[in-house]
């Protein structure tokens, strides 16, 4: 709170003192969570196999699951191989953009 006041003293407004004071004392603790949540979402293939193994009409079935079904149920190991390195480019993509473009805010000029 005291840095709103200074920030207010010197003229800064609340849209300024969030964007240049708050936001980057916070970006560490949110590229952390969104690694995580990134991560976590793919890793749910267990939770749906157990509970609703593909739901009504695969209403549940994520991309994890379909890559599971492809390569044990129905055997077809090269499109499911494909989609795994498809897959992880999109999750180290997702993790190198989050990683350089949000981190470069965290560093203080």
Known sequence: MQR???AQIEGASRWYFFWRIQ???????????LV????????MVDHI????NGGPNNAS???LFYLYEV???FWDRG???????V??????????????????RTHYR
Request: proline fraction near 4%; glycine fraction near 4%; aromatic fraction near 12%.
């Open 71 to 73: 390569g044990f149920k």
């Open 61 to 63: 079935s994520l991309l």
């Open 23 to 33: 936001w980057p004392l916070l970006m560490p603790t949110t590229i952390f969570v």
């Open 79 to 85: 499109y499911a191989s494909t989609l795994t390195v």
């Open 4 to 6: 709103l006041k200074t």
């Open 49 to 52: 196999f157990v509970m609703t």
């Open 87 to 104: 897959l992880l480019a999109i999750l180290a993509i997702a993790g190198l953009v989050q990683f350089f473009l949000l981190d470069r």
């Open 36 to 43: 995580n949540a990134l991560i976590n979402s793919v890793r």
